[in-house]
């Protein structure tokens, strides 16, 4: 008898007969078999990385910087924890942080794996869940899922199991947030690892899963460019905006207006991720973007307000809570499209579209709940048409008047009540000053540094509309915001990998510099282009995703080039990447696990410790969440920092309220053994930190290069590394960093062209024992130069061990 | 004299408590009482003004940990004893007794803000308001809470007046 195997098949004989075979039992043993070679950790639960987690935050300690000193979560309470005092249940103020941490983490992890799940029903349903997964020239298809899992999926509905075991180990994890759970923020700390593991493998699903489905680019170096910026939308034409992450329904509108020939008669654009999945449908090969980016969140407020947009489009995720409100006010109607976001608005997913249509046009309705997205598909564009002309005829107009826009400004009283409630304090007032005597350009330096959250307007005593003044004096920069912006190109391959891998673990490539999440930077968007810029002339690789590659197209440098222009774009050393949306971040860590699995041949397969112990020893990457906001920001970063990856957030991410930073001066937690004798081996103190923040980008640049730095970098490795802190912190702090000696084994570590002005600082400053007829270090560093050596932090991996 | 003891409005609440607000005098008294003060200054103190008196406080004696990039403002100041430090590590190590300082001196007894963005500064201190026993002053124009004492919040006039009022009774 043949082997029952998962899938599809007909009985003979029996028509219209169909039996779908989901799982089978013995199932994961038998595929393990398969699989070949299988780590001890498949499919892990919550206890089962608990040693790696430990061995990590014995290094890198919980920092907790509560924002509330009050727990509420239960009727005991509330209770004050000031000082880590008790609250009634026993939970002490680390303990809560850790769990507030926690939550924000799963909360995260459930945003990303919850689109993941909507995403694959869609896709199942409409291709088959026998579809193969495409994903470009790799062997290793989902290397996050199959780290994790142990299984390596090649259809759709391979797919199914690791998000249901993502599914349910989220659900373990929000169990222990409940009153007389975990009462010890370690075990909190270690959760929070788990749930941050968990969104790495909910990403890949979701992003794996579209890029096969939807044409989109597949590891490919040369993605076409795509438009970006309020400047490009031209507001003669019907404007379809669409905002969220969940590119689904939008495909449907897309191939509608194709087939109607709508593409060059009306403008389809986006903000957020929907809108960078958006450029990416369909362009598998080169072809063109059949959509336009607006930006980021930081835009939505702004983009509803400048009164454009004829009709929105919402998926889910990062939309505003009062999109439905603020476009009301401007005839807007409101399209629902997924049950995450309905705005309370009635479900005509069943209606005739003739009716929603009529119903919305006329302003019966403000909107509407469209689940159907072949009814979207059609309804959305139709809409857009027929709101243009009855909004041109009626003169819809938002922004004030050049009268109405002196009388608001001289209505201010300068009471600095708009400065203070403003999260970053933007001076508001000195802007209405300026702009009454004529002067746009302050207001127009803060429409850059403005986030367009609108707690300025309802503080404002004299009920002023900040923002509306704000875009309105700022019309001239909006219209020269047009930039490129490199559609999203998913995984790195594995002959990148192989071509690079080498670089990347000797070091004589400096580093990955993974630009990632959204846009609540401190001081403009700019700053990014400035970090990009300087990593990628010193020959780090840069790696984008969401907001922050939007945000990074938005400039351009003399020759007028945004950086996807300037710089090419496959994975190698000085070269820029976009992987592509939020869910692209899985891309990010994949691309380190395949340093593991393509250039060290580590096995992979349910490996995580193992995998997650060769990243944080030998592969230089750092992440950098700049304008960090939202809980999935903290997701993806846990995920990072689980698998060895720090991250630096900017000033903001204070917010989330802890950080993981070592000390350097505690030195016996700067040691890992050997594994080829099980020996202890001293390691300098990087990276330094899991998490952390940085005050300005002028503090993080030498941060970046420092904590590149890793104990397997050869000698040439470490020189470049070495010789990028240094001139990094001399040309932004304009000092010569304090600790640069505890980077140096021998005295081929130094810069070369300084070695022996760096020999003479040893020797004066440090009590180091110089020989200078050989010009060679006697004596005097703490961790040993030796290319063979196999750090590693976990004892079972050490031969001799 | 300026007066920057009032207005304490607080916009959005840490929890029931917050910084008394406080006088140039006294924060010059405080100052003169510890044993080991710390002047911790922030990137927004490289403002042309406000640099000169963040560098007038540390001419009287006070080592300076700048944060961000604000040690720019204090290299070459003959007189100054300034290190940079990342403000987050700042408050992780301030949190631990067996810190031995910027100096290898042992930890402080008295930290003293200037020139730190207000939301930052804020929760960097609520590590060392839950988790030290450290007293805290904040100098900057920003009422802040999570700090042992505060100035209120003031304008940039009325700022610069208290700075040299307390730069007086050094």
Redesign the interface.
């Given at each position: 008898m043949s082997e029952l195997k998962t899938g599809t098949f007909s009985v003979s004989d029996l028509e219209n007969v169909q039996i779908n075979i989901g799982s089978i039992v013995g199932a994961i043993e038998k595929t393990a078999a398969e699989e070949g070679e299988v780590g001890l950790t498949v499919k892990p639960n919550i206890s089962g990385l608990r040693d790696w987690d430990y061995k990590l935050l014995e290094r890198y300690?919980p920092?907790?910087?509560?924002?509330?000193?009050?727990c509420c979560y239960c009727t005991f309470g509330t209770c004050?924890?000031?000082?880590?005092k008790e609250g009634a249940c026993g939970i002490n103020?680390?303990g809560h942080n850790a769990r507030e941490f926690m939550l924000r983490v799963i909360t995260g992890a459930s945003a990303h794996s919850g689109h993941g799940r909507h995403l694959l029903h869609h896709l199942i349903d409409k291709y088959g869940a026998d579809y193969p997964l495409k994903v470009g020239q790799t062997n290793i298809i989902a290397p996050n899922v199959q780290m994790v899992t142990g299984k390596k999926p090649e259809t759709l509905g391979d797919l199914e199991g690791a998000l249901s075991y993502v599914e349910e180990q989220l659900v373990q994890l929000l169990a222990c947030v409940h009153v007389g759970q975990e009462g010890e923020a370690i075990d909190f700390e270690s959760k929070a690892m788990h749930g941050g593991m968990l969104d790495h493998v909910g990403m890949e699903v979701s992003d794996i899963a579209q890029i096969s489905c939807l044409e989109m680019p597949k590891a490919d170096e040369n993605a076409p460019l795509s438009e970006i910026g309020m400047g490009t939308i031209d507001s003669e034409k019907p404007v379809l905006l669409v905002i969220g992450h969940n590119v689904a329904g939008v495909t449907n509108i897309i191939d509608y207006m194709e087939d109607h020939d709508l593409t060059d008669k009306m403008e389809l654009c986006g903000l957020c991720c929907t809108a960078l999945d958006m450029t990416r449908y369909r362009t598998e090969g080169g072809d063109v973007p059949k959509a336009k980016v607006v930006g980021t969140l930081a835009k939505e407020l702004k983009m509803i307000r400048s009164g454009v947009p004829d009709v929105i489009v919402v998926d889910e995720q990062c939309v505003r809570a009062d999109v439905l409100r603020e476009a009301r006010k401007l005839m807007m109607p409101v399209i629902t499209t997924n049950d995450k976001i309905m705005y309370g608005l009635p479900d005509r997913s069943e209606d005739d579209i003739e009716d929603i249509i009529d119903d919305l046009k006329s302003g019966r309705d403000d909107g509407a709940l469209i689940l159907d997205f072949e009814k979207l598909g059609e309804v959305a564009p139709r809409l857009t048409q027929e709101m243009s002309k009855i909004r041109k005829e009626k003169g819809v107009v938002s922004l004030p008047t050049e009268e109405e826009f002196n009388e608001l400004t001289s209505r201010c009283v300068h009471c600095?009540a708009c400065e203070?409630?403003c999260?970053?304090?933007l001076p508001i007032s000195d802007a209405m000053t300026a702009a009454e005597e004529g002067d746009l350009g302050p207001f127009e330096i803060l429409h850059d540094k403005c986030v367009a959250c609108g707690r300025c307007e309802q503080?404002c005593p004299k009920d002023i509309p900040v923002l509306n003044v704000i875009e309105k004096a700022s019309q001239r920069v909006i219209r020269e915001e047009r930039g490129k912006v490199r559609v999203g190109r998913g995984q790195i391959s594995d002959p990148e990998i192989r071509e690079e891998g080498v670089n990347l673990v000797m070091g004589t490539t400096p580093g990955i510099i993974a630009m990632v999440g959204c846009s609540n930077y401190?001081d403009g968007t700019k700053d990014l282009y400035r970090i990009a810029d300087e990593m990628l002339r010193r020959n780090y690789i840069v790696l984008m995703s969401g907001c922050s590659a939007m945000d990074l197209g938005m400039y351009q440098n003399d020759d007028g080039e945004t950086l996807y222009e300037k710089y090419p774009a496959k994975f190698q050393k000085g070269n820029l990447i976009n992987v592509g949306s939020c869910v692209s971040n899985s891309h990010i860590t994949a691309a380190t696990i395949k340093v593991a699995a393509i250039f060290a041949q580590r096995n992979i397969t349910g490996n995580y410790e193992e995998i997650a112990d060769y990243i944080l020893n030998r592969v230089g990457a750092v992440g950098v969440a700049w304008g960090a906001y939202s809980q999935k920001a903290s997701s993806i970063g846990t995920g990072c920092n689980r698998l060895g990856i720090p991250v630096i957030l900017g000033?903001?991410g204070?917010?989330y309220?802890r950080?993981l930073?070592g000390?350097p001066?505690?030195e016996d937690k700067w040691k890992v053994l050997d594994a080829r004798n099980g020996e202890t081996m001293d390691i300098p103190p990087a990276p330094e930190?899991l998490l952390?923040?940085?005050?300005?980008i002028?503090?993080m640049m030498p941060?970046l290069a420092k904590n590149c730095i890793r104990p397997s970098d050869n000698n040439m490795g470490r020189m470049i590394k070495l010789t990028h802190y240094i001139e990094l912190s001399e040309k932004?702090?304009?000092?010569m960093?304090?600790d640069w000696y505890k980077y140096v084994r021998n005295e081929t570590d130094l810069p070369l062209a300084r070695r022996e002005e760096f020999l003479k600082k040893l020797e004066q400053e440090y009590g180091w024992d110089i020989d200078w007829n050989k010009k060679k270090i006697v004596s005097g560093p703490t961790s040993k130069l030796d290319v063979s050596a196999q750090p590693t932090n976990v004892e079972r991996l050490c031969k001799e061990a | 004299m300026a007066d920057v003891s009032k207005n304490l409005k607080v916009y959005t609440t840490y929890g029931p408590k917050s910084a008394r607000g406080t006088k140039p005098a006294i924060v010059a008294k405080m100052i003169e009482k510890a044993k080991r003060p710390l002047f911790v200054v922030g990137s927004e103190v490289l403002e042309e003004k406000l640099l000169a008196r963040a560098q007038a406080i540390a001419k009287k004696g006070i080592p300076v940990a700048a944060t961000g990039h604000s040690i720019k403002g204090f290299i070459d100041e003959e007189g100054v004893d300034a290190k940079y430090i990342n403000i987050h590590f700042l408050g992780t190590f301030l949190c631990d007794p067996k810190w031995a300082g910027l100096d290898d001196n042992g930890c402080y007894d008295l930290i003293i803000l200037l020139g730190h963005k207000k939301y930052y500064i804020n929760q960097v201190l609520s590590a060392l308001k839950n988790f030290s026993d450290l007293n805290t002053i904040n100098i900057g124009k920003h009422y802040t809470q999570n700090a042992t004492l505060s100035f209120g919040n003031v304008t940039p006039e009325v700022h610069l007046e208290a700075l040299d009022e307390l730069i007086d009774n050094l």
């Open positions: 300690n920092v907790y910087t509560p924002m509330c000193d009050q004050d924890l000031t000082g880590n103020m680390e600095l203070l409630e999260p970053t304090n503080a401190p000033p903001h204070s917010k309220r950080a930073i000390k001066y505690e930190f952390t923040t940085a005050e300005t002028d503090e941060m932004y702090l304009g000092i960093p304090d | -």
